[in-house]
């Protein structure tokens, strides 16, 4: 019902920047919230960022490095990412939660490799 394409991932230089984007298709009625998450190797899948309407949430590791943000008319969302460090590398994820004809739900896009290496 929701279809999720992520693009913008890549191979970064420490202190490069990169910007994500999420498209949201399908028979929705509305978007409550869009949302990216990372997952390092070996680590659990973390929030990154979150956006509900105009208020946004950043993991503390990205606090006034990383931005969200969404364009309502295309059910758009980016994350525009500054001063990349290496521990910034992972598989980053976006979620939008929507209300469709079934209900409200949770979709995942299938994921865009961001690493950050010199």
């Known amino acids: 019902q929701v279809h999720l394409v992520e693009s913008g991932g890549g191979l970064v230089q420490p202190g490069g920047s990169l910007r994500l984007s999420c498209a949201a298709s399908g028979s929705i009625f509305a978007i409550v919230t869009m949302g990216w998450y990372r997952q390092a190797p070996g680590k659990q899948r973390e929030l990154v960022a979150v956006?509900?309407?105009?208020?946004?949430n950043y993991a503390d590791s990205v606090k006034d490095r990383f931005t969200i943000s969404r364009d309502n008319t295309k059910n758009t969302m980016y994350l525009q990412m500054n001063s990349l460090k290496p521990e910034d590398t992972g598989v980053y994820s976006c979620n939008v939660r929507a209300a469709v004809s079934t209900g409200v739900g949770d979709y995942w896009g299938q994921g865009t490799q961001v690493t950050v290496s010199s």
């Open positions: 956006i509900s309407d105009s208020r946004t």
